[in-house]
């Protein structure tokens, strides 16, 4: 982030700026292939996550002691487990994506240390599973040399819980005292249920440490992770630009599919193509008036020339996720009616992104986008009072969240923005066909009904949301997914050329 790291930063946005298309004889706007991942060496990789272990263990108080578990394999069926992925906060401190791995931190006044456990390699389950750490493996891609025997694992949590010293008889130098304080991460409070699902590990340590003051790590990581790095940024732009390219092949394509699945199959098949680690959340891809249901995953309906796709999908690489929303007409033009609720989706966006800046808050951000939306809805007759939350009958969802390791990342709403987070901007109007059934049976709601019916006639099942990836920079912001298409006029020029240069072959 420093000194250190002066020349990486300026690979990594390099890095991030597109400038190969498909063919020759097409216009800038068309498809572009995905930059080169991000490359950093073991010293620049070894000196961030340094960085980072540094600022934790600074805001841990003295006589303290942090245990971070990996992530428990989730069961799919039977024998069968889900894709394994690393427990966020372990990884952002050590870069290891193997299961089995526990990583501490001791705080005993200036003297701070970090140790790991990990399972020695195995020849019979490497057999059957795979390629295991060895001890130089974890110490080459972390920058931590005291690494532990697994089977030491079970005698230093015992020795915690009994409040007593634990020496490694493996490796000289790990010596951990009793602390006073040890921080796990944990639920936030009883009502936490996906905390409970996560954490249950650490929750059930928790109840057997008697005698300690036992602290949620969670904040620590909250606050640190909410700043990214220049090494992070570059790790988030690829996956930003994995999606980019993803949304405009799907886009391409999209005339010729017949069901959406076939649509969101062209997606998933370039996130692993360049080689994502996965999607960051399952992917939505909804056509007509499946676009208007905000979490649509099914992709089971028709794909109809004259109708709008809304869809929301993100790549995850090395764990950074992320999150772009577009809608786009299927035959390459909007209708009268698509086009009135494209702008104003796209106004407010605009709004937000102008209101953007250090200092400013997401409430703000918000407060900005929804003016725009309840003149639009206003002006179209969708809703009849300015001054009431009527709009919210067709926006019904916030601004944005924040954005990094978690698609909603960690972080605090109310903390103003500052140089280095990273959030989405995604406003969004969704005329359901249902939405005017469920109203209360007041006479209020009756006259409302009455004088937008008219309105919901005209523009009903369609579903408009407009998703961005955003930076906030020392003077604003940074739209980090600039290359992707996005005024209605440039989606139009862009559907018009890309199905002609479409091709599986680069």
Not at 241 to 260: C, V
Request: charged content about 25%; overall charge negative; hydrophobic content about 40%.
């Amino acid at each position: 982030m420093r000194r250190a790291f002066a020349a990486f930063i300026l690979f990594a946005f390099t890095a991030a700026t597109f400038t190969t298309a498909f063919a020759a004889d097409v216009p800038p706007s068309a498809i572009k292939i995905t930059p080169p991942a991000p490359r950093f060496s073991d010293a620049e990789r070894q000196a961030e996550l340094a960085r980072r272990r540094s600022a934790v263990a600074a805001k841990m108080t003295d006589k303290s002691m942090l245990i971070l578990f990996s992530t428990e394999p989730k069961l799919y069926t039977n024998d069968v487990d889900y894709v394994y992925r690393q427990e966020n906060n372990l990884y952002y401190l050590t870069a290891l994506k193997q299961k089995d791995a526990v990583f501490v931190i001791t705080k005993d006044g200036n003297v701070v240390k970090s140790f790991l456990f990990m399972p020695k390699p195995n020849p019979q389950n490497e057999t059957w599973n795979g390629k295991m750490y060895t001890f130089e493996d974890g110490a080459k891609i972390s920058g931590i040399k005291d690494i532990l025997d697994s089977t030491q694992l079970g005698p230093f949590l015992q020795a915690v819980k009994e409040k007593k010293p634990f020496v490694s008889g493996e490796v000289e130098s790990v010596k951990a005292d009793v602390p006073t304080t040890v921080y796990l991460l944990l639920p936030d409070g009883d009502n936490d249920s996906d905390g409970h699902r996560e954490y249950g590990v650490e929750n059930e340590f928790a109840k057997h440490l008697t005698g300690y003051t036992v602290t949620n790590a969670q904040p620590i990581f909250g606050e640190l992770r909410h700043i990214k790095s220049p090494y992070e940024l570059a790790m988030l732009q690829h996956a930003i630009d994995i999606t980019t390219e993803a949304q405009m092949r799907a886009w391409a394509m999209a005339g010729q599919s017949k069901m959406e699945y076939e649509v969101q199959a062209e997606v998933e098949y370039t996130f692993r193509r360049r080689n994502a680690d996965f999607w960051g959340y399952p992917s939505i891809v909804g056509c007509g008036a499946n676009g208007t249901t905000l979490h649509y995953e099914e992709a089971q309906g028709p794909v109809k020339p004259g109708q709008l796709i809304l869809m929301d999908v993100g790549a995850e690489y090395e764990h950074y996720s992320a999150d772009v929303t577009r809608t786009f007409p299927v035959n390459g033009k909007f209708t009268k009616e698509q086009a009135a609720i494209y702008r104003i989706v796209y106004d407010a966006q605009e709004a937000a992104a102008k209101a953007a800046k250090p200092g400013a808050t997401m409430g703000e951000l918000e407060a900005a986008a929804d003016r725009v939306m309840i003149d639009g809805l206003f002006k179209l007759g969708l809703i009849t009072d300015k001054n009431s939350n009527q709009y919210r009958i067709w926006y019904m969802h916030g601004l944005g969240h924040w954005l990094g390791m978690n698609v909603h990342d960690v972080g605090s709403y109310s903390r103003p923005l500052e140089a280095g987070m990273t959030y989405t901007n995604e406003p969004g109007i969704y005329i359901r066909e249902d939405a005017l059934k469920y109203l209360p049976d007041t006479a209020e709601w009756k006259l409302f009904k009455e004088k937008v019916t008219p309105a919901f006639e005209k523009y009903k099942n369609i579903g408009v949301r407009i998703e961005d990836d955003m930076r906030i920079t020392s003077v604003g912001v940074e739209w980090m997914t600039k290359a992707l298409p996005r005024k209605l006029e440039d989606v139009e020029a862009f559907m018009a050329v890309a199905p002609r240069q479409f091709s599986h072959a680069q």
